[in-house]
């Protein structure tokens, strides 16, 4: 079904067609006319089937813009979850002039606060934050028609229940209510008895990965070592077009400035660059004049690009259909792909259930040596001369020149100064890449070790091994928005505590 055959706002369609969409997903087809018909719905799906689409052109096509109230609300179980739901809403209600607001624990709430007054018509947040609002009087319910809950498995997992139970208890009865979940355990279904009316059900087989010819490989590295790692590992894997994936915005920003120091040709897309400036960016990228493409999830999502031979997952994503969603960019058409996931010690478990989902294990890739490395450069330097001199038809200008250094120096030492110059060691323009929160921990149900094996790409022996995370800390994020007015002081004195070089490249830090 293509989305002009949907009765949504003229708006929304040209900001759909400006998105580069045409046809709906499963999903989409499916819950779009249910929603819009008003009736409550249960989805199940997984994250990257297209459900926040799903379920947010719905809610923009209804939003009243003339209005100042809030008149819908998504709850989301995660921070990263509700930036990108945010981003992609904002995205295609852009046209239409829909205010939407993000709120979640970790940020500043005296700027939520500020920002709630500005009147958004919907509010995504994390159901420990909303409900502080909510006992705050700064997020008023008493208009919404629509109420979204996102990854309820997630929110159940997370220890969220109470809370979605407390927030759902103060929107007014007649509503519309909206439950997306990929699994749909006994405690799901009771909030969907207690606070559903009657819902239809659409129920969306999970993607399977069907790309075999992607190599898949893991690295385990602290926060502090994946950009100098993975710029090493550019050296030695030579990628054609890469796109590397970072969770939030800052992140895509923080990277792309950070490669281009180092002399990378690359650029950043995510959701507060203008429509332009994106089209013009992934414009370069599928015309062969960019070789990276730093990325987040909701800025790729449904991007046609061919050609890609790499994927780095510089985060892991927290959800393990995503990884299939980014990985799935390469290995298309016949060829092979590869794709590198930067796995810090406590997020383990991540990398274990997306093995779960993908049924196949990431191999571990050992950390370039500097042979490696400086052999892969010089590959570099090598094909470079070659094009040049197939390419460039006015070498000749430099005879004279040739001549002269010839007559004074051997082509030997010629050609050892010219590859000590074209040959610069990366780090020695440091890059400092804040750090961002950490992904909560997840259990482990089985054990796996890496120690021993030996990755595919280079035959050192892998960095595999378990990492048992704690215990899900109920209501985290509510908890750490009593943190946040402390939290920009906490990373200035880690800045100065860090000293910082003034020769090193900065990266800002602010959020």
Do not use: C, W
């Not at 950070?258 to 002399?263: K, S, V």
């Not at 332009?276 to 999830?297: I, P, Q, W």
């Not at 149900?445 to 800390?473: P, Q, T």
């Amino acid at each position: 079904m293509k989305f002009k055959e949907l009765d949504l706002d003229p708006r929304l369609l040209s900001a759909i067609n400006e998105a580069g969409f045409e046809e709906t997903t499963p999903i989409q087809a499916q819950t779009i006319p249910l929603v819009m018909s008003g009736a409550d719905v249960i989805g199940q799906a997984q994250t990257g089937t297209g459900k926040t689409a799903a379920f947010g052109l719905p809610i923009l096509n209804a939003v009243d813009t003339q209005s100042s109230n809030i008149q819908a609300l998504i709850i989301s179980p995660t921070r990263e979850l509700a930036i990108q739901t945010q981003e992609e809403l904002y995205r295609l209600g852009s046209d239409k002039k829909v205010k939407v607001q993000s709120v979640y624990g970790g940020s500043d709430i005296r700027r939520q606060i500020r920002a709630l007054k500005n009147h958004p018509q919907i509010v995504v947040g994390t159901p420990g934050r909303m409900l502080d609002h909510i006992n705050r009087h700064t997020l008023k319910l008493g208009n919404v028609n629509t109420v979204v809950l996102d990854e309820a498995d997630e929110m159940l997992d997370m220890g969220f229940v109470e809370d979605i139970e407390s927030i759902l208890s103060n929107v007014p009865n007649k509503h519309q209510t909206l439950l997306f979940s990929a699994t749909m355990p006994k405690p799901i279904m009771k909030i969907a008895d207690k606070f559903m009316t009657e819902p239809k059900i659409v129920k969306i087989k999970s993607k399977e990965l069907t790309a075999d010819k992607i190599d898949q490989y893991f690295v385990k590295a602290k926060e502090f070592e994946k950009f100098d790692l993975m710029t090493r590992l550019f050296d030695v894997q030579a990628p054609e077009l890469a796109l590397i994936f970072g969770r939030t915005k800052r992140r895509v920003d923080e990277l792309t400035r950070g490669l281009q120091a180092r002399g990378y040709n690359a650029e950043g897309i995510h959701g507060d660059l203008s429509q332009d400036k994106r089209t013009s960016v992934l414009r370069k990228f599928k015309a062969g004049k960019l070789d990276f493409l730093v990325a987040t999830d909701v800025a790729a999502r449904g991007l046609d690009i061919s050609g890609v031979s790499h994927v780095y997952n510089y985060d892991i994503p927290q959800d393990p259909d995503s990884y299939v969603h980014r990985i799935g960019r390469t290995g298309r058409a016949g060829h092979s792909g590869v794709s590198v996931t930067f796995v810090t010690p406590n997020e383990m478990g991540y990398l274990r259930t997306i093995e779960n989902l993908t049924k196949k294990r990431m191999e571990p890739l050992a950390q370039p040596t500097d042979k490696e490395v400086l052999k892969g450069q010089l590959e570099s330097v090598k094909e470079d001369i070659k094009d040049t001199l197939e390419h460039d038809k006015h070498l000749d200008r430099f005879d004279s020149a040739v001549q002269e250094l010839l007559a004074t120096y051997s082509p030997e030492d010629i050609a050892r100064i010219f590859l000590s110059e074209s040959i610069k060691d990366a780090e020695s323009v440091p890059v400092k890449i804040a750090p961002e929160r950490p992904l909560p921990s997840r259990k482990v149900s089985h054990s796996r070790s890496g120690h021993g094996r030996r990755g595919k790409f280079n035959g050192h022996r892998g960095n595999g091994g378990e990492h048992r995370g704690g215990n899900r800390r109920r209501n985290s994020d509510r908890r750490d928005g009593h943190r946040d007015e402390k939290g920009g002081k906490r990373r200035e004195h880690d800045n100065k505590r860090n000293g910082r070089s003034k020769k090193s490249f900065k990266i800002r830090t602010n959020l």
